[in-house]
């Protein structure tokens, strides 16, 4: 049994149609001023014209995205511990970082884009579970992101990784986050720490 397709599949996550392969960033370039739309897709006509409908098949694919990103990442987290026959401790403390990573990234995303959503922390298997996860304010989900980020650089393994998760990439991703908080004097120090 290996706990290596797992993890692949976390990172895998980030390439689906509706995260950052396509329409997570796509959107987020229309409805600011970095372009514009000249298609025939109305979902990214009503980006364009920040006029987004509450039908908007688009927007609903980028929210299914990364919660299906988060949810990879939590169902690593809750496997992992019966891992030990197989996997060493390094390793199992490796993909426990990038896991949190990724549900920090997700998260973050997520929060940057609704405001308000749900933290999600353990893996949803059906679709009861989901039913049973609520809505928390921003201070809530930045308070889990900053949490998971460092959880995560005590515990990775790897400073610098340009395919995977790493301490680099945990400072930097925090850093972002304080900057979203308006934390300007953390920014600078999280910054700094890159």
Same mark, same amino acid.
């Given at each position: ?28 370039d ?5 372009? +514009? ?38 169902s690593?987290?809750? +496997? ?28 973050h ?16 298997n ?16 930045? +308070? ?51």
């Amino acid at each position: 049994v290996s706990a290596a397709a797992p993890v692949a599949g976390m990172y895998q996550a980030l390439q689906l149609g509706g995260y950052y392969s396509a329409d997570f960033t796509v959107l987020g370039d229309l409805s600011g001023d970095n372009t +514009r739309h000249s298609g025939t897709f109305i979902t990214y006509r009503q980006a364009d014209q920040n006029n987004l409908l509450a039908d908007n098949g688009t927007v609903a694919g980028v929210w299914g995205a990364i919660y299906a990103g988060i949810n990879r990442a939590n169902s690593v987290l809750a +496997r992992l511990p019966g891992t030990t026959e197989y996997l060493d401790a390094p390793t199992r403390s490796q993909y426990a970082g990038e896991a949190l990573f990724l549900r920090a990234l997700g998260h973050h995303n997520a929060t940057k884009l609704w405001g308000a959503v749900p933290v999600v922390l353990t893996p949803i298997n059906v679709p009861a579970d989901a039913g049973q996860v609520t809505t928390a304010d921003t201070a809530t989900v930045y +308070r889990q992101i900053l949490a998971d980020l460092d959880s995560a650089e005590k515990i990775i393994g790897s400073a610098r990784r340009t395919r995977q998760a790493s301490v680099g990439a945990i400072r930097a991703l925090r850093t972002r986050v304080l900057l979203y908080r308006r934390d300007y004097a953390g920014t600078v120090t999280a910054a700094q720490s890159v």
